[in-house]
């Protein structure tokens, strides 16, 4: 039981604190010129890092993350992100149940980790979902260096095919 009771008190501070985010990098490597990087973060105050140990702890993995504020009356923040899709797909069966508030966000980024899971990445409107579905997750928190999925479209659009028919 108390193992469920972590799962439910997790998923609450997901849904207060927590992100689901794509990234999506520069990569030569890959087909579109372009890595996707999914993964879920719980972002708080750094005088709180216990909680993000506590958590860290009882997972078995994450990064934990400290950053600085831009702002002097700011508390700087730490974070615990999580990325693999083992990891990412491991921790949200057990917390969806109990999303409230990020359950639609939650099934957007599972949509997407599946596409990513069944390497479906590397065909063109796959590719081009992703986009579109990062641009929903990120709506309220783009910076403005954002890339959107008209971007990618233009780059996915731009890339020759490896063989040419002929």
């Known amino acids: ?4 009771y972590f799962w439910a008190w997790l998923a ?8 689901f985010s794509i990234g999506i990098h520069k990569n030569k490597d890959t087909k579109f010129g372009y890595q ?8 708080i105050s750094r005088r709180d890092y216990y909680v993000i140990q506590k958590i860290r702890k009882k997972l078995g ?18 974070s ?3 990325r693999g899709l083992d ?10 149940p109990y999303l409230i508030l990020k359950k639609n ?29 990062r641009d929903e997750l990120h709506e309220r928190t783009r910076p403005k ?12 659009n731009s890339v020759k095919p490896l063989l040419e028919p002929r």
């Open 1 to 4: 039981m108390e193992e469920e």
């Open 12 to 19: 609450g501070f997901f849904d207060g604190e927590g992100c």
């Open 36 to 43: 996707i990087r999914p993964a879920m973060e719980i972002q």
């Open 61 to 78: 993995y994450g990064e934990i993350i400290f950053r600085r504020q831009n702002h002097p009356k700011w508390s700087p923040l730490c």
């Open 80 to 82: 615990i992100r999580i």
């Open 87 to 96: 990891k990412i797909f491991s921790t949200i069966e057990k917390i969806q």
């Open 105 to 133: 966000q939650c099934e957007m980024f599972l949509e997407a980790c599946r596409i990513i899971k069944e390497k479906k990445v590397w065909d063109k409107e796959s590719f081009l979902k992703i986009c579109k579905i």
């Open 145 to 156: 260096t954002y890339r959107d999925s008209k971007f990618f479209e233009n780059v996915v």
